[in-house]
């Protein structure tokens, strides 16, 4: 390295370096959290805020814009992973990201951008309030009920779950059921994880066959929907949580539960009973190799496990932690508004307090669910899956994910342009760039990401001044997962699900309706529309309508045409005043305002306030003026001014008489 290289980085280390820590520090809790909120490990959000840093922080086209896991794709990413699985995921992310390499090499990049303001912020909202309502449930340590009304709707019995005063009792109560907890949920994870995935071959085996008879092939159709190494895979994991689960229960006919409550111990101890019978039934379901049987017995497995971690759970401490962060991220920004301590992300201030108070306190509440090391928890594409896949719903999830995240990477890096005087964005480099990070995060098995505005905002607002900042901040993400990932597993969950009801609750922007409606109500009646399909559908749908309903309005704007018609004091004269669109929506109106014309009349047409003319009015206007030259009568109009205007390749009608208007 040179002397002179040598200083230009020292320059960008110096410059960059306090703003890169600043990122870091908003980052980390948000990669988690979104993670949890998209229905992934943690670590797919770690690993896609590390490449969004590293990889697409050097190749972007704009240069001060952080990328990683962003809140709008959240309800996209819960969906795929519920439906399809993580590793079907990772095939749909890897796509998108070629999508957006392809669309930014064909300078598409601004197209992204081409959506009405109305259906963006429309967008947006509907997706705070799924995040909102969705994390509030995560909040008290509940699950969300699985879609936009049913979360809305249960709200209230979350707040009533989160309400209550916690029953302290003594701190070695605390710390059995905080163990007792921990322990119990693994085995869930690992039950719902056996049911999942079977419920998922089980549906790729039956479309499978479906296509076999469509094709004829009775052959491939006559093949088991389950294959013998599926369900050996199946039964050797129900086996180990049937294991673990009757040496929980031995253990605690030992050493009972003990709480400050009486009922909790036995609920404990029923709910693991009731597990346990369930899962041998499956077990035994496993064995006769049924599909009907194991269709039926291995979501009570999976339900009756959830109920053994839900017996021993603390939804009131949750809650608690929960208003705590909530309390902190209000808070802190007004305690430090002219300290340098206004540099420290109150996302981070909140983390770090719920984590000391769950540690101090050793708190019965669910904490991160991290692995001992990252690449253990990742889950990669799964190849041989896309011959059995539904193939349309891979394609939707597909062109969702690029869609969505390109346009809110370009509008974000908009914004971004906003803040800060130096260089501009380039839109085409910063779609590829995107396109590299998203094909590395499917291929890795991680999120999905975008630009995010916080983290970009936090990066211009501390100073950053080039592209390193983002580098810098992938690299410190990187060093805390290697070294200190242990420290992940001591965070309640609760504290990062309260960091995305207030960033939901901030996407709800429900003031910018009277931004909209000065350009008028139907803005706001887009806008409105937008929220209800995104909310009450899914996201593709409710964008979809919003595209529609702008469009509609467009339409009806251009085919709007004002004819006002003077007849003259003088002779047979007439004029025919046209403003706006004379499109073929309206001919029918400007042909019968001709026809009302008498034939001997001489009409003279302005069109000094007419907007648009297109080839089937033109051609009215030249068949009526033949009919009406027929009848004695004469038009007056400027025609090469006319096709000069608005249609430069239309044939001139040419004068029949010397003297007639028309030329």
């Known amino acids: 390295m040179t002397r002179q290289s040598e200083t230009a980085f020292l320059d960008k280390l110096r410059h960059d370096l306090l703003p890169s820590l600043v990122v870091f520090l908003v980052a980390l809790p948000l990669c988690m959290g979104i993670a949890i909120a998209s229905g992934a490990p943690v670590s797919a959000g770690l690993v896609t805020g590390i490449i969004g840093g590293i990889v697409v922080g050097s190749l972007a086209g704009s240069p001060l814009q952080v990328s990683g896991p962003a809140a709008g794709l959240t309800v996209i990413v819960y969906g795929i992973v519920q439906k399809q699985g993580l590793e079907i995921l990772g095939l749909a992310v890897l796509f998108a990201g070629l999508v957006q390499i392809a669309a930014g090499l064909l300078r598409a990049g601004q197209w992204f951008r081409a959506v009405a303001p109305a259906v963006v912020q429309g967008m947006l909202s ?34 009533g779950l989160g309400l209550p005063l916690p029953e302290m ?33 089980i549906e790729r085996g039956e479309l499978r066959q479906k296509k076999a008879l469509e094709h004829e092939d009775h052959a491939q159709a006559a093949e088991p929907i389950l294959n013998e190494e599926q369900i050996k895979t199946a039964l050797t994991t129900q086996q180990q949580v049937l294991e673990q689960l009757t040496a929980v229960q031995t253990r605690n006919e030992k050493t009972p539960l003990s709480t400050p409550n009486a009922e909790v111990s036995a609920n404990f101890a029923a709910a693991l009973q009731q597990s346990i019978e369930s899962v041998r039934n499956a077990e035994t379901t496993l064995k006769s190799s049924n599909i009907a049987d194991i269709k039926a017995a291995m979501p009570i497995a999976d339900e009756k496990s959830m109920a053994v971690t839900q017996s021993i759970k603390s939804h009131a401490w949750a809650g608690k932690v929960g208003l705590l962060a909530l309390a902190c991220m209000l808070i802190w920004p007004l305690l430090v508004k002219k300290t340098p301590l206004k540099m420290v992300p109150p996302q981070l201030v909140a983390v770090v307090v719920a984590t000391v108070l769950c540690a101090a306190l050793a708190l019965p509440v669910l904490y991160v669910n991290a692995p001992e090391k990252l690449i253990d928890d990742l889950h990669t594409p799964n190849w041989g899956s896309l011959a059995n896949i539904d193939l349309p719903m891979l394609l939707q999830a597909i062109l969702t994910l690029a869609v969505v995240a390109s346009a809110e990477t370009l509008l974000c890096a908009t914004a971004v ?27 890795l098995g991680a999120l999905p990401m975008t630009g995010v505005i916080v983290r970009s905002a936090a990066n211009v607002q501390a100073g950053g001044k080039t592209r390193w900042s983002a580098i810098f901040h992938g690299i410190w993400l990187l060093v805390f997962v290697v070294f200190l990932g242990f420290l992940l597993r001591l965070i309640p969950t609760a504290s990062l699900a309260a960091i995305l009801v207030l960033t939901g609750y901030k996407l709800m922007n429900f003031k ?25 559908i899914d996201l593709l749908n409710g964008v979809l309508i919003g595209i529609a309903l702008s469009a509609l309005k467009m339409l009806l704007k251009f085919s709007k045409l004002e004819m006002e018609y003077i007849k003259r004091p003088e002779g047979h004269a007439a004029d025919l005043h046209l403003r706006g669109a004379a499109t073929f929506l309206k001919l029918p109106l400007l042909a019968a305002q001709l026809e009302k014309i008498p ?45 000069g205007t608005f249609a430069p390749t239309a044939q001139i009608p040419q004068p029949r008489v010397k003297g007639d208007a028309g030329h």
């Open 512 to 536: 910018v309706m009277k931004r909209l409606a000065r350009f008028g109500w139907g803005e706001v009646f887009i806008y409105i529309a937008t929220v209800l399909g995104v909310v009450f």
């Open 169 to 201: 009792g003594t701190q070695e109560q605390r710390v059995q059921q905080r163990d007792l907890l921990g322990e119990v949920r693994k085995i869930q994870d690992l039950q719902s994880g056996v049911a999942k995935r079977l419920k998922q071959d």
């Open 417 to 443: 342009d906003q803040m800060h005087t130096g260089p501009r964005t380039q839109y085409d480099r910063e779609l590829v760039a995107q396109g590299i990070g998203n094909t590395l995060c499917g291929f």
């Open 126 to 159: 509907g997706i705070g309030i799924l995040i909102f309502a969705g994390q509030f449930h995560v909040m008290v340590d509940a699950t969300p009920k699985g879609g936009g009304f049913k979360d809305i709707k249960a709200i209230p019995h979350s707040i």
């Open 599 to 643: 034939g001997n009349t001489e009409l003279h047409i302005h069109f000094d306030e007419l907007t648009e003319i297109d080839h089937a009015c033109f051609e009215l206007l030249i068949n009526w003026q033949r009919q009406h030259e027929t009848q004695g009568g004469k038009l007056v109009l400027d025609w090469e001014r006319l096709a």
